[in-house]
């Protein structure tokens, strides 16, 4: 079936790279995404990759996917307070996206 | 944007309640989302052109319309204490999987 996994939390000093990663099980997967979930927010989309892709770059934002693991990565270069949140892996189905548990994002000065 | 009203909702046990969604304009698909404390948003259904074009693993209870004018509801009866949870509604222009989805803020509903 449909499933996504990531790791449940991760810290990170400020000033470091965060990198999180992500398992998906659905190959024929069009789309694979990365989005922020600040405290008491909706979903804010960070990123995209299709699945002919390999690597997306976006300012601090840098998306790896290795099709043939199916694991996906967002790496947060420079990280700030201001990215502490909850990122969720994401993963297009034929008429959803299906959605990991998140990663809580935690900053330490 | 995508709106979402109202953002905070307190409802008691087997009432049923509505959720409004205003999509972004011209985006013909809205899906709706239901996100428990501390899990990943789980899909309900999706509309399509004023039709349900797909439908997660949700009761009957759970049901939505899509109107011409960029909105959609989503409605539940005899709401249960498990229905506690932030809504998301989230609209694209040609589907969930051709493109980006864009969400909203969410309503958070509380049954007591």
């Known amino acids: 079936g449909e499933d996504v996994e990531q790791s449940l939390f991760l810290s990170v000093r400020e000033g470091d790279s965060s990198v999180i990663n992500c398992t998906y099980t659905?190959?024929?997967?069009?789309?694979l995404y990365w989005y922020k979930q600040e405290p008491g927010a909706g979903l804010q989309l960070l990123t995209y990759?299709?699945?002919?892709?390999d690597m997306k770059q976006d300012q601090r934002l840098t998306v790896l996917l290795n099709k043939k693991d199916k694991h996906l990565s967002l790496r947060i270069a420079d990280t700030q307070t201001g990215d502490s949140a909850i990122y969720f892996c994401?993963?297009?189905?034929?008429?959803?996206?299906?959605f990991g548990k998140g990663t809580r994002l935690h900053i330490l000065p | 944007g995508v709106t979402q009203s109202p953002t905070h909702l307190i409802k008691t046990r087997g009432q049923q309640v509505t959720l409004r969604c205003s999509s972004q304009?011209?985006?013909?698909?809205v899906s709706w989302y239901q996100q428990a404390l501390g899990q990943g948003p789980q899909f309900i259904f999706q509309?399509?052109?004023?039709?349900?074009?797909g439908r997660g693993n949700f009761p009957p209870r759970f049901s939505g319309l899509q109107f011409p004018n960029d909105s959609s509801e989503l409605n539940v009866n005899a709401l249960e204490l498990d229905d506690s949870a932030l809504y998301l509604c989230?609209?694209?222009?040609?589907?969930?999987?051709?493109?980006?989805?864009?969400f909203g803020q969410g309503t958070r509903l509380t049954v007591v």
């Open positions: 989230a609209s694209s222009p040609e589907g969930v999987g051709a493109t980006e989805a864009f």
């Open positions: 659905d190959s024929s997967s069009t789309y």
């Open positions: 990759i299709f699945s002919n892709m």
């Open positions: 994401a993963e297009s189905g034929d008429d959803k996206i299906i």
């Open positions: 304009s011209g985006h013909n698909t």
């Open positions: 509309y399509y052109r004023e039709e349900e074009n």
